[in-house]
DNA sequence: TTCAACCCGGGCAAATTTCCCGACGGTTTT
DNA sequence: AAAACCGTCGGGAAATTTGCCCGGGTTGAA
């Protein structure tokens, strides 16, 4: 019996996947969590065998959460989904490190595929993505974006957002004076000069709108 | 005879109007320009009785250049035209002082009868956008961005363009001080709070990209 | 073990942003 | 004609950010 912890801040998300998992007479999703604090909170209540987790949640997003997860959990078994068909959200989620990365158009038996492999702790990549994947970290500088670490990463994301400095450094537990920082390292790894640059090399990444 | 000064830095789209202008016999092209400067070079040569003007030059940008030419020649008959089909675009131009405004995409006759119209003096509307400007108009505070004057629109649009404070004063010969002050203002009208937001929403009103 | 990478944040000078202000020249209103 | 606006242009001053350098703590890999 595996027991799954899912994340997700849909609920419509939520029960559909809890639908198909549930199919498995060995799979159970013991418990849920709409917010990446909800999700924390569950964790204290009881260990699972395996979280599922939406990458793209409000507020801290996914990326952090895993890291907190790990932080607390080092063997924690994350298997991270998301819509973006962008190998960038697989690298990034994978460093943070996410054993598994499936995304939200993969079909039901891959998605199951996937759960059983990460619950064994091996690591898998969503079919849909791995070539693109495989191509992007030979060509390796193709997508300058890829430079980023997973933290930048997610402070690019909140940027993204039109969150402040002081927002993001709450969000992320962070001082302020870190976020800036980061900003200013994104901006220079990015090659970009004004914020304004930022957003739209962002928008060219498909990493926004 | 109507003498026309053509101002496109487009080789090519200057020969298409050039020869579209040229087959009425009492239409001629006098002179044409690659960029603003150049233009306001052929005028202290001479003087036509109507100016076409592509909106989307490079550098300073057309709104700008009409404002210039205005300044010194009152009088002049500024027909604008532009691939954009948004509203904002036109009336942009036309509180800039411009009397009529085309889309790239009309059909050879417009073009022409809008000549004939401004050289008379005559105010023009692209028939195709005419419905949805009057729309927009109507609705008003339907685009945030009509509040914008036509300098601060202008200066939105170098920003947007990646431009720096410095750089933008001196491609409008003005304090980058006043362009901080413009900078300040845009973000006010448009109530939005970081650039980067202020890129995402001109991303939306298609002023962008 | 050493090394590299990441994360975190302090420091500090220089630049920018934020707001408020006054001045000038047009337009419109009355 | 005077008054009331609006857009443009920029100064001033305080608050904030940027740009860049630093060092310390972790962790994973060679």
Known sequence: MIRILLVDDHAVVREGYRRLLERRADLRV???????DEALQRLRE?????????????????????RRILQRQPDARILAFSMH????FASQAMRAGA???VTKS?????????????AR???????????????????EKANP?????????EILRLLLDGRGVEEIGNLLNISPKTV????YQIKAKLGVKTDIELARLAMKLKLID
């Open 30 to 36: 013991e418990a849920e969590a709409a917010s990446a």
């Open 46 to 66: 009881f260990t699972p065998d395996l979280i599922v987790l939406d990458l793209s949640l409000p507020g801290m997003g996914g990326i952090e959460l895993a």
């Open 85 to 88: 068909r962008d190998p960038l």
């Open 99 to 101: 054993l598994g990365y």
């Open 106 to 118: 993969s079909s039901p038996e891959v998605l199951i595929q996937a759960v059983y492999k990460v």
């Open 121 to 139: 702790g091996e690591r898998i990549l969503s079919p849909d993505i791995a070539p693109e994947m495989a191509l992007t970290l030979l060509q």
């Open 145 to 153: 974006a890829s430079e980023l670490s997973p933290r930048e990463f």
């Open 180 to 183: 800036q920082n980061g900003h």
